[in-house]
């Protein structure tokens, strides 16, 4: 017995130390690879850019607005090129192809694609958004990264690369605005496609799936205006419906949200290097505290216990309370 159970610890050690060493081993030749970032002006694209370059990668950092650009080139080398993009617009991606292939040496290509930049768009329940705020959240954190990766395939066989694809840890339990979730859903979905699709092509498909983090994404004051606007925007029998009483909590939960969210911002960076250096990348990078603690045991849970859980925090609407209508949502009781 004893034997038994120190087999089975030498097997787990040793199988450990093999992940970890073989997740050591990087490329090499930073300075003859080629990465393009997007939403390079904040947050985690910004930091990356800087990261890489330090690294010696040759970094093109696309810009959505001229927010951080100065700064951007200030901190780096003059390796580093900033270009304008926006991804929702196809004749910006098709520059942005143009304006890359022109700087990178023939038979180069491009080493690594990260498509970092979204947007978390309209916030609020189902019946307080329109059409309009769900296709405003597809066109830029689904279509916007399906066009640019369609349109720099050419380059990442060249450079026989890697896809690097922006998700969230929302993707593994289902839960927050739903515009944003149902775009980073389908990331997930186009990147596993594009996984198997590429897989015999040399150019590998990765995935990030970060918690919650401070950066310009959502502060609480623009969450807080994108509730109430919302909310005003709805149809005077939904408003009657949910309440005054409902929006004064979901602002007060905005800033329960925003005291969950890490300020640690280079968990992600590493976790984006990683995805770019290894030799042997994963398919998917899990990041932060919440995600690989808080997350993990709510979407490892039956589905009726999370959401039976996870509705112990959703606020009831007025008109629920009044009609005596069940308040479980379809869950059993
Ligand atoms: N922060 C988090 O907690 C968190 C968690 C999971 C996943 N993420 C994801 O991480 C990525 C980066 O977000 P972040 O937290 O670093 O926030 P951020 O600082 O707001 O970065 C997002 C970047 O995307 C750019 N962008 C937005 N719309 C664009 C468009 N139409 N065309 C081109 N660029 C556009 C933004 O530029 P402008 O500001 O000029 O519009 C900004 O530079 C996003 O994909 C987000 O979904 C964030």
Redesign the pocket.
Known sequence: MILWVVLSACIVMVTMFTKWLIGKQTVGNYGDRYVLI??????????LAKRLDSLGFNVFA????D??VDELNAATSKRLVTLK?????ES?IRSAVEFVKSRIPDGTGLWALI??????ASLGPVDWLERQDYASAL???LL?LVDITRSFLPLLREGQGRVVN?????TKVGMGPSP?VVS?YAVEGFSDCLRLELFRQGVSVIV???????????PVETMVVKYKQSFRHAHQDVQTFYGEEYLEKALKHCHDIDSM??SD?SQ?TRAYVHAVTARFPRARYIV?RDANIMFRVLWILPLWMKDRLLALHYIKPEGTQKNGQSANGGIPS
């Open positions: 997007t939403g390079c002006n904040s947050g985690f694209g910004n930091l696309a810009c959505h607005s927010n951080g993009l926006e991804i929702a617009d910006s498509n970092n930049a979204g947007t978390a066109d830029v954190n916007g922006m998700s969230s840890i929302l944003y980073k990030l799936q970060p918690g919650f983090y401070r950066t310009n994404f959502l969210t890490s911002l992600v932060g």
